[in-house]
Each structure stands twice: as C-alpha cells, then as structure tokens.
C-alpha cells in the first residue's frame, strides 16, 4: 500500500506534470528544429512568436466568451487556435518577406541570421505586451479536472490523491494529434518530401524542380502552427505572461538540440528529457521516499536538489553538456 501511494504521489507531482510540459517543450522544439533543418538558422524569435499567436487566440477567446460562445467542458480557447495561427502566420510571413528574405539573397551566414533574429525577437515582445500588457493573462474555462484528488482518494481508499488537469490531459492529445499529422505530411504529401529534400540538400533539390520560396513558406506556416498550438496548450496549462514566453526559449532550444537539431523526432524526445530533468530536480522527494521507504528511515529534509526557481538552470546545464560531448544531440542532428 505505501508503494502504491508513492507511485501516486510521484505520478501526481513528477510523471503528470513532467508529460504535459514534455509535450507543449516537444511542440516548441519542433518549430526551432523545422527553421533549422530547411532555413538554416536558430530563430531566436521562436518564443516570441508563440507569445503573438497564444495573445491573438486570448483575445478572440474572450469575444467567444464575451459572446456566449464555448465548448462546454472544453476550453473556449480550442475554438481561437484557427485564429491565433493565423495571427502568427501573417506575422511571421510578413517578417521573412521585410526581412530575412533580403539575407537568403546575399547568402548571408547563419550567425547573421540569428543576429537578426534576436532584433526580431525583441519586435514581437515589444508589440505582444504594447497589445495585452506585461501581466498575467486567464483564459481558461471549463471543466478544470478530469478527476481531482478527493475523488480519486475516495475510489482507491489510498492515503495520496492523484489530480489530472484537464488542460494537461488535453495537451497530451493535442500534441499526439499535431505530431502524427506533421509526421504524415513530411512523410507522405509532395510538399512535405519537398521540404526534407530541400534540407537534405539544397541544390540538388533546386536542381530537381522544387520551388524554394514555395518550401520557406510552407516552413513558416507550420512553424506558426506549431508555435500557437504550443503557446496556447502552455498558457491554458500554467498562465500567459509574455515575458515567460521569452524565457521558454532556452528549455526550448535545449531539447531541440538535445534531441538534435534538424531531426523532429529528436525535437520531440529532447522535449521529455528536458522536461523530465527540470521536474524531477526540482521537486521536493520527502514525500515520495517518506512512502517507498521502511519505517524509521524516512528522510527529514525536503530532499530537493534545486529549488524551482533554478528550473531554466536545469535546461541550461543539460544543454552545455550536449554541446560539449555530443553536438549533434541524441538521434544524430545538425552540429550547432
């Protein structure tokens, strides 16, 4: 029994938590790996661009809500994700157009691109808290849990409660749904062999036909896709603030790269890594051991190896020793 609640208390605090945020991380890393496979650059902007995609769904979410338009026990914000990737799309399209458009033509470096990029990222941030404000936005509705702690105390008769949000449960689906779908159109749709054909070699691949302003806005909108879906599933999961958006960035690029960037399934298992390391350093084991262990051997400290304020410091370390001992990350990316 007291294993049993042990497992309880670390699928509720560590396991749970650990998969939604692996999920919204892989989401993420899948846009900065996609930029980096086809574009060739790191887009520094990426978290940015899914703080303008979340903010445009905000705001529709609340004329749906203002309207009396839901979905029950379903967030309204499912109904603002059309809009809000189109918000960011438009965004981003206009941004290649003014902007990166001009170095691909003079063959500039990557290192100048992300350069630019982080002038760019600066742009987004500035216009997203000039539209909603600096401040903690709430947008979620509907049912908050599948099933809460109470309930689940009373249907097992076990000592620990196991609370599932329904926004981390519908992360977990959304993000399952979205990636099968990528994985599809990369895989079997003309387009999508275009792309990797166009990442695996440029040349060849202009040489064969393939329209390369075509590939580049193709790139962008599935970016923006993936940046709202991923900005919307994170803020309906925790809260939207737009400079935690800015902060996402580097837990972001770590799993990107741990996984290896310019691979997608990399991007996805970098993200659970990634995810799983920042929770379970962070979280405090007295619970879980004071179960798992005999009697009389519980621990007295809160057996936390970092506080979670350090939770980016996680990411920033794993990320250092990727680069130093494997660059090219876990299933065999792009060196950085």
Known sequence: MDLLNAFVALANFVLVPAIAYGSQLALGALGVTLIYGILRFSNFAHGDTM????????????GFQGAGIGLGPL????????????????????????????????????????????????????????????????????????????QFRELTGLEEGLAIRSTQALTVVTAVIVVAALFWFLNRTRTGKSMRAYSDNEDLALLSGINPDRVVRVTWLIVAALATIAGV?????????????FQLLL?????????????????????????FSEVGIT???????????????????????????????????????????RPTGLFQGKSV
């Open 283 to 325: 979280y405090a084991w007295k619970k879980v051991l004071g179960h798992a262990l005999p009697q009389g051997l519980e621990p007295d400290g809160l057996v936390q190896l970092l506080s979670t304020d350090y939770k980016f410091a996680v990411s920033f370390v794993i990320l250092l020793i990727v680069l130093l001992f």
């Open 75 to 150: 967030p309204t914000a499912l109904l603002a994700i059309p809009f809000g990737i189109a918000g960011a799309a438009a965004l981003v399209l206009a941004t290649d157009r003014v902007v990166y458009r001009f170095y691909r033509a003079q063959k500039a470096k990557p290192v100048i691109l992300v350069i630019v990029s982080m002038g760019v990222m600066f742009v987004y941030n500035g216009l997203t808290r000039f539209v909603i404000g600096p401040d903690d936005q709430r947008f979620d509705d509907g049912a908050r849990f599948l099933i809460n702690a109470r």
């Open 233 to 245: 599933l994170y803020g309906l999961d925790k809260t939207f603030k737009p400079f935690t958006y």
């Open 251 to 275: 837990p972001i690029f770590a799993a990107a790269i741990v996984g290896g960037l310019g691979s997608p399934l990399g991007a996805i298992a970098g993200g659970f890594v990634i995810a």
């Open 51 to 62: 703080a303008f995609g979340t903010m445009v769904a905000i705001l529709v979410t609340w």
